[in-house]
C-alpha cells in the first residue's frame, strides 16, 4: 500500500473463503442447542441496541453479513471508545451473541488481506470464527456489543446479521460463455440470460462462472414482475476478463445497470465495471438485499474529465442504496462509494466529488489524486460576447447558481431587453440533438452555441463560441466558481465568458449518517480537497472514529485548490462523542468552528494528529480535549491546548509525505507523546512514548 512504508506479513485467504488452519487461530462460535435452524430460535432473550442517552461505542461489521458457508466463517468487527481521554483500552471487550451461544473477545488482532492491486494489509478487528453445528443447517443471527471501559457510557449492539449454515454452498452452479450453445439449467451466453433462470427458480445462493472474454450491457432488458434477492448472495466470478459496460449514450433513464435481482457480489479482479455510458449499477429499494462489489474494477474510459450530456453525471453515486465494497478499484470516476455500508481495503486513482460520503465504516483504503480541479472546478473559456451597436450602454447578466436546472440570461442595450433560459435537463439536451430543435424559438438553450446563437440574433450584438463542448448551465464569468453575475458591461469590450463545475471534493463527509461511523487506517496522496468535514446540516454526528489516517495535500495555488483556502471542518452540529486520533496530513489544518455550530461535548477528543495548524473559529470550548498533538512551527497551539509541541513543517516531520511515505522523520522522532490508540495503521505495536500521528517511530 502506497505510503506506509513498512510490509505487512501473514497470509492471504479472504474472509470468505478461509481455511481451517485460519479460522482456527480466532476464537470459535456454534449456536447453542436451541438453535433448530430457525433465525432469532436460539435465544432466550433477543439482544437489543438501547436508546442512545450518552456517548456509545463506535462499532462496525467489516465481513459482509447474508453469506452462506458450509463449515466455518471469519467475522470481525471494529470499534473504539474513548475512557477519560485515550482510546487504550476505551473498548473494554466485544461480546458476540449467536443464536444463545456468546464469546467475548478482549483484544482486537489482525488479519491479514489482499487489495486488487497485490498489497496487503493487517486489518484490526475483533475476530471470530462462526462454526456450523454437525447435522443442522438453517439461518441463524450474529449480533455484536460493545460494552466501554467507561461506567457512564453505554454499550452498543449492532446487528442481527443473518448468515445461513448450509450443506452445499451453492444451490445453482451456471456458467457463461457467449461463443456456446446455450444449455437450460447450466450454461447461458450473458449474465443477464442466468440471472433471468435464476430469478425464475427462486436460486438463495448461486454462483455464475463467466468462462470466456467478454463484454456486457447490463442494462439491455428488465425483466417485468417483482425483484428477486436470495438468502445469500448470487456471486459472479469471471476466469477471463469481463466488462460491463453500455456501447453508446442514449438517454439518462436506460443508461443504468438494472438486472431486478438484488444481493448480486460481483468477485474479482477479472471482472471490470466501465462507467463510461453508465450512470449507476441499481439496487431495488423495493426489497431488502445490497450489492457486495468485491476484488472488481470500476474505470471510466473515458477518462475523469469524461462529460455525461456536456455536463456532470446525473447520480453522486456508482451503486444504487448501501452497497458492500471489499478490495474494489476505482479509476477516473466520482463519488465511487457513497452511503457504503463497508468500503474496506480499496484503492482509488484519478478520482473526483467524495470518495465517501456517508459510508458507515471505511477502512484501510488507498487514494492517489483525488482532484476536481484539474477537469471540472476550473474556468474554461467558452465565449466571448461585445455590443457594437449604436446605443450608448450595453449589460448582460446572468442568474442562477453553478449548473442549476435553469439559469436566465439577459441581455439589455439602451431602452431594449432580452432574455434567454439554459437549463441542464435530459430533455433539452436530447431536443437540441434533433434536426429541427431551434434553441430560439423554444426560449430555451443547452449549449453554449445555442447562447451564441441567441445573442447573435440581437441587433449590435456577436458572440464568438470558443468551447462548445461544456452545457451552457455552468456559465459565468472567470473568478466566480462557476456562480452568476450582476449587469456587466459589453458596450464596445469584448467579456469572456468561461464554463466552470462547482464540485467539492472531501475524502470523507458526513451528509445523511448521523451515528456510529468509523473511518480508520487511510492513506491518500495528491489531494485537493477537503480531507475531513463532519458536520452535516441535517444531524448532528454521534460515535465517530477517525482513527490513524494519512493525507498529502498537492501544495496548490490554483485559484480553487489553495491549500491555505482547504481544511478539515468539524461544525453546524452539537458533536457526541468524536474520536479524531492519530492522523498524519501534514498540509492541512484542522478548523473547529464554533463560529458556525460546532459543539462538542466532554467525550470528544482531538489528540496526537500532525496537522500544519489546528484553529478555533468563534470561541474555544474547553469540553474538547485537545491533547499532544503537532503543528508546524509558524503556528501556535489552539486555547485549551494540552501537551504537543510545534516545531518544523512537513518536510522535516515524515519522510517523504509527497511520495506517500508518512513515517514519522525529525520532530515527530524527536518528540514522541503517549499514545492514545495501541496501533499504527501498519498494525505496529505502538511504543509509550511514540510518534505523534498515523504511524509509529520504525523500529526496522
Not at 456508482?318 to 468500503?343: H, K, M
Not at 451564441?452 to 455552468?474: E, I, K, M
Request: proline share 6%.
Amino acid at each position: 500500500m502506497a505510503g506506509i512504508g513498512r510490509r505487512s506479513s501473514g497470509g492471504t485467504e479472504r474472509p470468505q473463503a478461509l481455511t481451517a488452519s485460519v479460522t482456527d487461530r480466532f476464537t470459535h462460535l456454534a449456536p447453542s442447542p436451541d438453535w433448530d435452524g430457525t433465525a432469532g430460535s436460539g435465544f432466550s432473550t433477543v439482544p437489543a441496541d438501547p436508546e442512545r442517552l450518552t456517548a456509545k461505542p463506535s462499532l462496525r461489521i467489516i465481513v459482509p453479513p447474508n453469506q452462506h458457508f458450509t463449515s466455518q466463517l471469519l467475522v470481525g468487527v471494529i470499534g473504539f471508545a474513548n475512557a477519560n481521554g485515550t482510546l487504550v483500552g476505551g473498548l473494554d471487550r466485544v461480546r458476540f451473541h449467536f443464536e444463545g451461544s456468546v464469546t467475548d473477545i478482549i483484544e482486537p488482532s489482525f488479519y491479514t488481506l489482499t487489495r486488487v492491486d497485490g498489497s496487503r494489509y493487517k486489518c484490526l478487528g475483533y475476530w471470530v470464527t462462526l462454526d456450523r453445528p454437525a447435522n443442522l443447517t438453517g439461518e441463524a443471527h450474529l449480533y455484536a456489543e460493545g460494552i466501554p471501559a467507561d461506567a457512564m457510557m453505554q454499550s452498543r449492539v449492532i446487528g442481527p446479521y443473518s448468515f445461513s449454515l448450509v450443506e452445499q454452498l451453492h444451490d445453482h452452479e451456471l456458467t457463461v460463455a457467449p461463443s456456446q450453445q446455450p444449455i437450460e439449467g447450466s450454461l447461458y451466453q450473458s449474465v443477464g440470460a442466468a440471472l433471468d433462470y435464476l430469478r425464475n427458480q427462486n436460486a438463495q445462493n448461486p454462483h455464475i462462472t463467466i468462462a470466456e472474454a467478454m463484454t456486457e450491457d447490463l442494462s439491455v432488458t428488465v425483466p417485468g414482475g417483482p425483484a428477486h434477492v436470495g438468502s445469500g448472495y448470487c456471486t459472479i466470478t469471471a476466469s477471463a476478463p469481463v466488462t460491463f459496460s453500455r456501447p453508446a449514450y442514449t438517454d439518462d433513464p436506460t443508461s443504468l445497470f438494472r438486472t431486478k435481482y438484488n444481493r448480486l457480489h460481483f468477485k474479482g479482479a477479472n471482472i471490470t465495471f466501465d462507467m463510461h455510458n453508465v450512470s449507476e449499477v441499481w439496487t431495488e429499494t423495493s426489497v431488502e438485499g445490497e450489492h457486495w462489489l468485491d476484488g472488481c474494477r470500476f474505470i471510466n474510459s473515458g477518462g475523469r474529465a469524461d462529460l455525461w450530456r456536456k455536463g456532470l453525471r446525473p447520480v453522486s453515486h456508482l451503486i444504487r442504496g448501501y452497497p458492500w465494497f471489499t478490495d474494489c478499484y476505482f479509476e477516473g470516476v466520482s463519488n465511487p462509494t457513497v452511503r457504503a455500508q463497508l468500503v474496506r481495503g480499496c484503492v482509488a486513482k484519478d478520482i473526483y466529488g467524495d470518495f465517501s460520503n456517508d459510508p458507515q465504516a471505511a477502512i484501510y483504503n488507498s487514494v492517489t489524486s483525488l482532484d476536481a480541479t484539474i477537469d471540472w472546478l476550473r474556468d474554461a473559456p467558452a465565449m466571448t460576447v461585445i455590443y457594437s451597436g449604436g446605443e450608448a450602454d450595453a449589460t448582460l447578466e446572468l442568474s442562477g447558481s453553478n449548473d442549476a436546472k435553469t439559469r436566465t440570461f439577459t441581455a439589455e442595450w439602451g431602452g431594449q431587453s432580452s432574455s434567454f433560459v439554459v437549463g441542464d435537463s435530459e430533455d433539452r439536451y436530447l431536443l437540441s440533438l434533433a434536426p429541427d430543435y431551434d434553441a430560439t424559438i423554444a426560449g430555451e438553450g443547452y449549449t453554449v452555441a445555442d447562447v451564441a446563437t441567441w445573442l447573435n440574433s440581437l441587433p449590435g450584438w456577436n458572440a464568438t463560441v470558443l468551447d462548445n463542448s461544456r452545457r451552457a448551465s455552468a456559465f459565468s464569468l472567470p473568478n466566480l466558481k462557476g456562480t452568476g453575475f450582476s449587469p456587466t458591461n459589453v458596450k464596445d469590450i469584448t467579456l469572456e465568458l468561461v464554463t466552470c463545475f462547482d464540485v467539492h471534493g472531501d475524502f470523507f463527509q458526513q451528509i445523511f449518517l448521523s451515528e456510529n461511523c468509523v473511518v480508520a487506517f487511510n492513506t491518500a496522496t495528491e489531494m485537493i480537497c477537503q480531507n475531513i468535514f463532519v458536520g452535516s446540516q441535517l444531524s448532528p454526528p454521534l460515535d465517530f472514529s477517525i482513527i490513524g489516517n494519512a493525507f498529502a495535500n498537492v501544495i496548490s495555488e490554483e485559484r480553487y485548490g489553495r491549500v491555505d483556502q482547504l481544511a478539515t471542518q468539524f461544525l453546524r452540529q452539537p458533536f457526541g462523542h468524536l474520536m479524531y486520533a492519530h492522523n498524519t496530513m501534514p498540509a492541512q489544518r484542522i478548523y473547529l468552528r464554533t463560529d458556525l455550530g460546532f459543539d462538542p461535548d466532554s467525550y470528544c477528543i482531538v489528540a496526537n494528529n500532525y496537522h500544519p495548524g489546528i484553529l478555533w473559529f468563534g470561541p474555544s470550548d474547553s469540553d474538547l480535549r485537545i491533547a499532544d498533538n503537532s503543528i508546524d512551527q509558524d503556528q501556535t497551539m489552539p486555547e485549551g491546548a494540552i501537551g504537543g509541541f510545534a516545531a518544523g513543517t512537513g518536510l522535516t516531520k515524515v519522510q517523504s509525505f509527497f511520495s506517500g511515505n508518512f513515517l514519522p522523520a525529525g520532530e515527530l522522532v524527536s518528540y514522541p507523546a503517549r499514545p492514545v490508540f495501541a496501533y499504527d495503521a501498519n498494525g505496529a505495536k505502538r511504543s509509550d512514548p511514540d510518534a505523534i500521528g498515523a504511524f509509529a517511530i520504525p523500529t526496522d
